[in-house]
């Protein structure tokens, strides 16, 4: 019986620490997050108002064009760029939010092994 009680304290203290260290980490990749999507917006905004000010001294329509072809190259490269860096950002976010509760896995296969077995002696 104690050392039922000594093995929940343990996985109890063992939640706490996991979700404090989740929970930092969640904080920090967040934040990267929105810094990413913080330098993509102004890139952006920057381009627009950039190739704004090109189309606003055109004199030809083929220059115009050709300002606008650029542009909108440009701007697909710099969204894919972006959503892959944003995936990435995501996937490390989750993958490192949930490592920290590693233990649990182990910590299931030990408490359903003993079930497991009186089941078979059966």
Not at 23 to 29: E, I, M, P, Q
Not at 34 to 57: C, I, M, P, R
Not at 61 to 82: N, P, R, T
């Amino acid at each position: 019986m104690n050392q039922q009680i000594e093995a929940v304290q343990k996985f109890s203290k063992d939640s706490f620490e996991a979700t404090v260290k989740a929970l930092d980490v969640a904080s920090t990749g967040t934040k990267a997050i929105v810094v990413e999507t913080a330098d993509y917006a102004k890139k952006s905004f920057d381009q627009n108002a950039t190739t704004f000010e090109k189309l606003a001294g055109v004199k030809s329509l083929d220059q115009a064009i050709q300002i606008q072809s650029d542009y909108l190259k440009s701007a697909y490269e710099g969204f894919v760029a972006h959503a892959t860096k944003s995936r990435e950002l995501y996937t490390k976010l989750a993958q490192d939010s949930f490592a920290p509760f590693g233990f649990l896995r182990s910590a299931t296969e030990a408490a359903v092994a003993p079930t497991k077995s009186a089941a078979r002696a059966k």
